[in-house]
Every structure is written in structure tokens, then in C-alpha cells.
């Protein structure tokens, strides 16, 4: 019993070790390149995984839709298990712990700046903005390289391709890890391993090719999986009187501006937000009206599938332009699940169905004209 004190002691020390290391680094990035602060808010904005519902997923599966899905699926999963991470590791955040630590005993305590972004509410290990974007990036550039080189044998461009989209994923990573780091949102250990993950869970759905044919029994058996998990070790931590709301309480309490704590950061917000995207998923690819779409000549035409594209891009915009209430947490959840199905049912059935539907009367109306004028001579 001694020796596992010990031990639990000697890890606390290691991790306030670690801790003030991070805190040194993004005070020495606060000072140093505040003038960037707008890069590091983009870098942040685009790793969030409301970039990849609202414009990633749509883009990629209309040019392709194979890697829509698996981007798609990437995101929902990577998330789910970083939730479980954050919930098991109880990871601190920067903002918060340096109010609370006695790390410096009699020394000054170092000064950051908190950020608008800087507040979220879930634990800090691992960073979900870093796992996120690693998984995702690593996925679409594993997708983007064989379409890039298909049949093409020249070893330099071969070399030049693999070079320029490697260099552009490690440029991405790099500026997301600083950017949470920048913001005191996360220590530098922490987006380390949300990089680490996020590859993992990318490599893992490079080799799952059952996603593809899932059934809508699956996806439904699925989304009940993530949830059912998540509320059951949300009850276990509950029951050994480990308050899964800890973090949030110490984001309430420590951020400078409390209207820069949102909702939509706890754990419960991102869990619904990601289980309803992949349920929107299964439901839009088996609905019927799909099958009306994949049977048109046009499907696999370059100017089809940009300009679904871009009406997907169009509508999703002002679907995101919709914020549900937050006077009640339930009502809170319940849409934003609702609206996060909305995206995939938007992006694979409402835009290619109306698409659809609209050439199939603009060539019948040719056809008719057509005919009018043959008779008519």
C-alpha cells in the first residue's frame, strides 16, 4: 500500500514537471509571436471537427465517396475515443491549473493570456483538436496519394507528390499543436499524443474496408455502441465518486470571461454532435430515394459532382448558422444531435436527389422540344 502511494506520488510530481514545462512554452509563445494570433486562430478553426463535417466530408464525398465515408467515420470514432481518453486520464488544462497549483511554491507564477477559444470544458488529455486533425489530414492524404500517382511509374514525381503532401500534413500538425498550446487550451504532452492517436485511428480505418458495406442495422448498432458505452463509463465514474463534471466546474470557475465557456465544448455535446453524423450517415446511404440518384447517367460527371458540391457547402452554411438554445441542456443535446444528422442527410440524399431531379426535367423538357421541332419541319 506504501509503494503504490509512492509510486501515485512520484507521477504527480512528474506530471507538475511536465505541466510547468508547458506552461514556460506557451508563455514564451504568447510573448514571442502574439503576432500571429490569427494564423493559430485558423490553424485552431480548421482542426476543429466542424471544418470536417461542414466542408471536408461534403467535398470528399461528392469527388469521392468512398473517402467521404471513411473521413467521415475517421472523425465520428477518433472523437469517441478521445472523449473516453479525456474522461479515464482526468488531463488538466493550462488555463485552469496554473491557478490552482502549488508547483511554485514561493516563486512568481507565470502570466498567460486567455482567448475567446481558450475555455472549453472537457479534460485536457488528449487534445481533441490535434487528434482530430491528424486523423482526418492523415486520412485524406493516404486517399489523395494513390489517386495522385495511379498508373504513373516516374519515381521523381512519384518522390515529389509523396514529398509536398507529407511536408503539407506535417505543416498542418505542427501549427494545430501550437495553436491549442498558444491559446493555454492544452500542455505541449497533450497534443503530442492527440497527433499519435488521431494516425492511429486513421491507419486502423485504412485497412477497414466493412465501412463501405455497412448496413443501416450496422450504423444504428453502432451509434447505440458509442452512446451506450460513453453514458455507461459516464455512471461508473459517477459511482466511484469521480465527478465526470470536474473539468467543467474548474472551467466555470477559472476562465476570465464566463460567456467564453460554451456548451457545445463538454464531453455530452461532442458525443451527440459525432453520434448523430454517423447515424445522418447510414440513414442517408441506404434511404431510397439514393438509389434514384446513382442510376443517372450524369452521376459520375465532373460538373455533377462539383456542383453538388458547392450547394452542399451553400446549404450547410446556413444550417450551421443555427444554434440550438442552451437554457435547457436536454433540449440542447437533443438538437444538436438532430443537427449533425441533418449534414450527411443533406450531403448524400436532399442535394444529389434534387440535382437529379432537376436534370431528369431539364432532358425531358429537351427531349420534348426536340420533338416539337422535328414535327414542326
Known amino acids: 500500500m506504501h509503494e503504490n502511494r509512492w509510486c501515485f506520488l512520484r507521477s504527480q510530481a512528474v506530471m507538475e514537471v511536465l505541466h510547468g514545462y508547458g506552461i514556460s512554452t506557451t508563455q514564451y509563445l504568447q510573448l514571442h509571436y502574439g503576432h500571429v494570433q490569427g494564423w493559430f486562430a485558423l ?13 471536408f466530408f461534403p467535398i470528399c464525398f461528392h469527388l469521392r465517396t468512398a473517402v467521404g465515408v471513411k473521413l467521415l467515420w475517421v472523425a465520428v470514432v477518433g ?4 472523449l473516453v481518453l479525456k474522461w479515464v486520464l482526468f488531463g488538466e488544462r493550462p488555463y485552469w491549473w496554473i491557478q490552482e497549483t502549488l508547483y511554485y511554491g514561493n516563486s512568481t507564477v507565470p502570466k498567460i ?27 485524406m492524404v493516404t ?3 494513390p489517386l495522385l500517382l495511379k498508373g504513373d511509374g516516374d519515381p521523381v514525381k512519384k518522390w515529389c507528390v509523396h514529398g509536398c503532401l507529407w511536408m503539407l500534413f506535417w505543416a498542418v500538425q505542427v501549427s494545430v499543436c501550437l495553436s491549442r498550446i498558444f491559446i493555454a487550451a492544452h500542455f505541449p504532452h497533450q497534443v503530442i499524443a492527440g497527433v499519435a492517436t488521431g494516425i492511429a485511428v486513421a491507419k486502423v480505418f485504412n485497412r477497414a474496408s466493412w465501412i463501405y458495406s455497412a448496413t443501416l442495422r450496422g450504423y444504428v448498432h453502432t451509434t447505440f455502441f458509442l452512446l451506450s458505452f460513453a453514458l455507461g463509463l459516464y455512471m461508473l465514474l459517477d459511482a466511484a465518486s469521480a465527478d465526470p463534471h470536474w473539468s467543467l466546474v ?12 460554451h456548451l457545445d465544448t463538454t464531453p ?8 448523430g453524423a454517423l447515424f445522418g450517415l447510414g440513414l442517408s446511404l441506404h434511404l431510397p430515394m439514393l438509389m434514384d440518384t446513382e442510376t443517372g447517367s450524369y452521376r459520375d460527371s465532373a460538373i455533377y459532382r462539383l456542383s453538388c458540391a458547392l450547394a452542399t457547402l ?6 450551421d448558422s443555427f444554434r440550438p438554445p442552451v437554457h435547457t441542456q436536454a433540449l440542447f443535446y437533443f438538437l444538436s444531435f438532430c443537427k449533425s444528422a441533418t449534414v450527411p442527410l443533406t450531403t448524400v440524399g436532399f442535394v444529389p436527389y434534387c440535382a ?4 431528369n426535367v431539364y432532358q425531358r423538357m429537351s427531349y420534348i422540344q426536340r420533338n416539337t421541332l422535328c414535327q414542326a419541319s
Not at 474548474?250 to 465557456?261: F, G, I, L, N, S
Not at 455530452?268 to 453520434?275: D, K, V
Open 268 to 275: 455530452f455535446a461532442g458525443l451527440l454532435r459525432n453520434t
Open 113 to 139: 493570456q486567455q482567448f475567446p477559444t481558450t475555455c472549453e470544458t472537457g479534460p485536457g488529455s488528449p487534445s481533441g483538436h490535434a487528434m482530430g486533425a491528424a486523423g482526418v489530414y492523415y486520412a
Open 143 to 145: 486517399s489523395l496519394l
Open 250 to 261: 474548474k472551467a466555470q470557475k477559472w476562465c476570465v470571461h464566463p460567456d467564453w465557456v
Open 43 to 55: 490553424a485552431s478553426a480548421a482542426a476543429d471537427l466542424r471544418t470536417t463535417f461542414l466542408v
Open 356 to 359: 437529379t431531379m432537376a436534370l
Open 314 to 319: 451553400l446549404l450547410l452554411s446556413l444550417l
Open 79 to 82: 472523437d469517441w475515443i478521445n
